[in-house]
């Protein structure tokens, strides 16, 4: 599954997910902006990693908080912005 956002003002975030047994798999965000750290994307894909492919941008988003060490810098993105292009993976996947 595919999903894509541009945060307004920001950049764009694209996110690549399977769902299996009702959570999300195989996930890997990317895009155009920047992360300081350069493993905090790591985090990010960890932290949607076994999420239940029901949760809304607000859980997702917390999840993605929670896992970001103290420090991390988002350029152009946000963790509820992720969460919207995760959002977008998983209800354009289902439309299918």
Same mark, same amino acid.
């Not at 999300?24 to 960890?46: N, T, Y």
């Given at each position: =599954?595919?999903? $894509?956002?541009k945060m307004p003002g920001g950049k764009l975030i694209v &996110?690549?997910?399977?769902?299996?047994?009702?959570?999300?798999?195989?996930?890997?965000?990317?895009?155009?902006?920047?992360? $300081?750290?350069?493993?905090?994307?790591?985090?990010?894909? !960890?932290?949607? $990693?076994?999420?239940?492919?029901?949760?809304?941008?607000? =859980?997702? *988003? !917390?999840?993605?908080?929670?896992?970001?060490?103290?420090? &991390?810098?988002?350029?152009?993105?946000?963790? $509820? *912005?992720?969460? &919207?292009? &995760?959002?977008? *993976?998983?209800?354009?996947?289902?439309?299918?």
């Amino acid at each position: =599954m595919h999903g $894509e956002y541009k945060m307004p003002g920001g950049k764009l975030i694209v &996110v690549d997910l399977a769902i299996e047994s009702g959570c999300l798999a195989r996930v890997q965000v990317s895009g155009d902006f920047f992360l $300081e750290p350069d493993d905090a994307l790591h985090a990010i894909d !960890a932290a949607l $990693e076994g999420q239940d492919a029901g949760a809304d941008e607000h =859980m997702l *988003a !917390a999840a993605i908080r929670a896992q970001l060490a103290p420090g &991390v810098m988002m350029y152009g993105i946000s963790p $509820e *912005a992720v969460a &919207v292009a &995760v959002r977008r *993976a998983i209800d354009q996947g289902t439309e299918a």
